[in-house]
């Protein structure tokens, strides 16, 4: 790394929210960094500041859920009641039903007989409640939804607990691979083909490869996989257009991308990809929301000080490895010193000041790599976050800058 320290613009967060022209908002980044978090706390202070804010969240821990007014999966946007809002500005809230808004989807697009043929079809069951990447197509899907009743000026949208963040953008295609892809082309061949172009492919063979198929997967299976597929035919173009507008509609200067990450090594290393993603698809990155940092109150007083005079409270030939508290072996520290209670002290603010030097050395590091991307920091809070209260906190934090 070079000697100079690189210092990232700003990410103005208040300044984000207040703009008119920001419609969407979307916090991406992997697993447990935060993301669900962000979003509320984002909606919460957007609405607090006089707009009219949904939030569509994914997979809220229950608490925070419930002090948001939601008891369940539901797929409708509910009102969170804000006590002491300033302004005229609204908050609702929603939790995504992945199947459900597949099912809506099959509903809208299919007439009754075949809507009822998709529906209770094993395959696109299990296809809607399981299929890697389903979840992300789905909020993508509901995003589109939700953005043309226009009911809203703001909608935050959180991104669901994939292990990488790509996935959110990787879905679309995934989804519309898989049902175009090869293995869905062979196992459907019959029910699509017709007459002579059936001959030919089962000419080349293809009855032997059904029959082994049919062998391993079961007969039913097969035919499930063939009604779906052949039913589904009719309303997969609108699926694949959909997914294209939403890809388009996130490409627009409305909307912003943030992507939320811890001051860790994997998460950075996400955070940088996701970056790249973005810029490649030409997505607009607001910037890097670094969730969960540390600070110390004593930021003064070193690491090395602070172990330095942890040693001298203890008598010679005690430091070290031998001290240690009981836990590792050693005696307990009552034992070697007068003053446990100040070298555990110091020894903790020891490990918080190295903690916080890795933090930022690997803050650094991402904008050494993406030095036009602006950052704003999150304060780690002692307790997780599950309450209106605890996402004030964040947002105050996330201004804070
Ligand atoms: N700044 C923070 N300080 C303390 N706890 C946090 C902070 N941000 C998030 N958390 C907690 O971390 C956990 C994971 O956060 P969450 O938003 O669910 O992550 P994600 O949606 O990315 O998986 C939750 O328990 C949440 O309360
Ligand atoms: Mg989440």
Redesign the pocket.
């Known amino acids: 790394m070079s000697e100079e320290t690189p210092t990232p613009p700003r990410l103005d967060t208040d300044r984000l929210l207040d703009d008119p022209r920001t419609r969407i908002i979307v916090c991406c980044g992997s697993?447990?960094v935060?993301?669900?978090?962000t979003?509320a706390a984002l909606g919460l202070r957007a609405a607090e500041r006089g707009r009219h804010v949904v939030v569509l969240?994914?997979?809220?821990?229950r608490r925070l859920a419930q002090s948001m007014g939601l008891s369940g999966l539901d797929n409708t946007p509910r009102p969170v009641p804000l006590p002491d809002a300033r302004g005229d500005g609204t908050l609702h809230a929603m939790m995504l039903d992945m199947k459900r808004t597949f099912d809506e989807i099959v509903e809208a697009h299919a007439d009754p007989d075949r809507a009822e043929q998709i529906l209770v079809n094993p395959f696109y069951q299990s296809l809607s409640s399981s299929f890697a990447g389903t979840q992300e197509y789905m909020a993508m899907e509901k995003l589109g939804q939700l953005r043309r009743t226009d009911q809203w000026d703001l909608i935050v949208v959180?991104?669901?607990?994939s292990r990488s963040a790509l996935d959110f953008l990787d879905a679309p295609q995934r989804l519309s691979r898989f049902l175009d892809g090869r293995l869905i082309k062979l196992l459907t061949a019959p029910t699509r083909a017709s007459g002579r172009a059936y001959l030919k492919v089962v000419n080349a063979g293809f009855g032997m490869f059904t029959g082994i198929v049919t062998k391993i997967i079961g007969a039913q299976v097969l035919r499930d996989v063939q009604t779906f597929v052949a039913a589904f035919d009719t309303m997969f173009g609108g699926f694949r257009e959909r997914a294209e507008d939403t890809y388009r509609l996130l490409q627009t200067p409305g909307t912003a991308f943030l992507v939320v990450a811890t001051p860790e090594p994997d998460a950075l290393r996400e955070a940088s990809y996701f970056v790249e993603r973005l810029s490649e698809d030409r997505m607009p990155l607001a910037g890097l929301i670094l969730n969960r940092v540390h600070r110390s109150p004593a930021a003064r007083l070193s690491a090395a000080r602070s172990t330095a005079a942890a040693e001298a409270l203890l008598p010679a030939g005690a430091s070290g490895d031998n001290a240690q508290s009981g836990a590792n072996g050693g005696p307990p520290l009552a034992e070697v010193t007068r003053y446990p209670l100040a070298v555990a002290a110091l020894r903790l603010h020891a490990e918080r000041m190295q903690l916080i030097a890795a933090e930022r050395r690997l803050s650094q590091r991402f904008t050494a790599a993406h030095p036009a991307v602006p950052v704003a920091r999150v304060i780690a809070q002692p307790e997780d976050v599950h309450d209106l209260a605890g996402l004030r906190v964040i947002g105050e934090s996330l201004s804070d800058n």
Do not use: E, Y
């Open positions: 697993g447990g935060g993301k669900t978090t979003a969240t994914v997979d809220p821990a959180d991104t669901p607990p």
